[in-house]
T-cell receptor
Framework: KAGVTQTPRYLIKTRGQQVTLSCSPI?????VSWYQQTPGQGLQFLFE???????NKGNFPGRFSGRQFSNSRSEMNVSTLELGDSALYLC????????????FGEGSWLTVV | AQSVTQPDIHITVSEGASLELRCNYS??????LFWYVQSPGQGLQLLLK??????LVQGIKGFEAEFKRSQSSFNLRKPSVHWSDAAEYFC?????????????FGTGTRLTVIP
């Protein structure tokens, strides 16, 4: 069974631009969460979606947003990019309930120049 | 507040030697605990997890971890390290108190394996 798929894998954007990252969860998984990984801050939770609704949100500015579609695929968007947004963005999926195993994708590497 | 501490930033071991990576957590309720491994440029791969029951859990690649509630610890062990184990290891905690699938991660321990 296919794992969590993220696209694109690598991208370079300019300050002030916006970016959209995509995530396809494991088949049957309805919960999709997003994490940001940077050398300075480590792995930080961005938000989680379940059944097209944001269920939980981390401590990030409003420039970071996301959504989930009826087929459980998810996108996250970052507007007005800043240099500090350069990071590996990881998507994870799991079955619906708390305590289920969370599986991660390979990530999308974003560089802001 | 929830938090995870991995006190060792970098560990170097010889191939064939035993390994123990430390993890301490702070969590107000019964925690769900995870160990993930990340190779350079890759995502996170789950090694093992603890939800309840037997406090000694077995994972993939010969890893095991022991949950000790009294010490708030969840240390990862392997009896004999292979060169392919060189990677970064992350301990994480989650559960009903944090929200459905919101994991708190430690800062990671980088493992170097020397021949």
């Amino acid at each position: 069974k296919a794992g969590v798929t993220q696209t694109p894998r690598y991208l370079i954007k300019t300050r002030g631009q916006q970016v959209t990252l995509s995530c396809s969860p494991i088949s049957g998984h309805r919960s999709v969460s997003w994490y940001q990984q940077t050398p300075g801050q480590g792995l930080q939770f961005l938000f989680e979606y379940f059944s097209e609704t944001q269920r939980n949100k981390g401590n990030f500015p409003g420039r970071f947003s996301g959504r989930q579609f009826s087929n459980s695929r998810s996108e996250m968007n970052v507007s007005t990019l800043e240099l500090g947004d350069s990071a590996l963005y990881l998507c994870a999926s799991s079955l619906e309930a708390v305590g289920n195993t969370i599986y991660f994708g390979e990530g999308s590497w974003l560089t802001v120049v | 507040a929830q938090s995870v501490t991995q006190p060792d930033i970098h560990i170097t071991v010889s191939e064939g030697a035993s390994l123990e990576l430390r993890c301490n957590y702070s969590y107000g309720a019964t925690p769900y605990l995870f160990w993930y491994v990340q190779s350079p440029g890759q995502g996170l791969q789950l090694l093992l997890k603890y939800f309840s029951g037997d406090t000694l859990v077995q994972g993939i690649k010969g890893f095991e971890a022991e949950f000790k509630r009294s010490q708030s610890s969840f240390n990862l062990r392997k009896p004999s390290v292979h060169w392919s184990d060189a990677a970064e290891y992350f301990c994480a905690v989650g559960g009903t108190q944090t929200g459905a699938n919101n994991l708190f991660f430690g800062t990671g321990t980088r493992l170097t394996v020397i021949p």
